[in-house]
């Protein structure tokens, strides 16, 4: 009788561990950092397509009901962003004919200026200047005149800072104070340094 107690133990646990193995309770990703606004998830999710696929199979995704429903809504800069999906498009109530010709020419340039279209404009000068080799490498990708650079892994030594009273120095980083494990295309990246002014503050 104890021998078929025992058992009996033993094989409820069995099938209570192998329900827990079948219904997981902690979420497939941790959604807590994902702090957005509610309006803004739609083009969260747009942009990164794989956490959107995990939240749709996982049944703990918060985001469900609302952020999922329309994954067609971008930003704009995106390549694939459809005009009338675009987060925000200027309005224009009359045009000044010193630099547009019609409202619909004023509200593009706006939105190529100081919009999503300047994002989408610089993207699409982005260049590799320094290629990785394999997974890890460094990397340096920068858009025209390198006025917006992407770099991984590259090193910054600090440690000895060349400070005097000039006020704009072009000389603070000497060679050897930067760097990282990647092929530098030279002649690419001197002939991005035609634009260069001084950090400057009002």
């Known amino acids: 009788m104890l021998l078929l107690v025992a058992l009996g133990i033993v094989f409820s646990f069995t099938e209570r561990a192998e329900s827990i193995n079948d219904n997981p309770l902690s979420p497939l990703l941790n959604y807590s950092s994902i702090s957005l606004p509610p309006e803004h998830l739609p083009y969260y999710f747009y942009n990164n397509k794989r956490v959107a696929k995990q939240c749709r199979l996982d049944p703990l995704c918060p985001f ?37 010709r019609s409202l619909e020419a004023a509200q593009e340039l706006f939105w190529k200026q100081a919009d999503f279209g300047y994002v989408k404009e610089r993207l699409s000068e ?3 200047l320094c290629k990785a080799t394999k997974p890890g490498d460094s990397s340096l990708r920068c858009s025209s005149h390198t006025r917006f650079c992407k770099a991984t892994n590259l090193y910054l030594d600090l440690r000895e800072p060349r400070r005097g009273h000039e006020r704009y120095k072009e000389d603070f980083i000497q060679k050897g104070e930067i760097g990282g ?7 690419a990246l001197a002939a991005e340094g035609e634009h260069k002014s001084p950090l400057q503050s009002c």
């Open 64 to 100: 469900k009901q609302d952020a999922l429903q329309d994954l067609s809504a971008c930003w704009g800069y995106e390549k694939n962003c459809d005009p009338g999906k675009r987060f925000s498009y200027p309005v224009c109530t009359k045009a000044d004919s010193a630099w547009a």
């Open 181 to 187: 494990r990647c092929r530098l295309n030279k002649p």
């Open 126 to 128: 982005l260049q590799t």
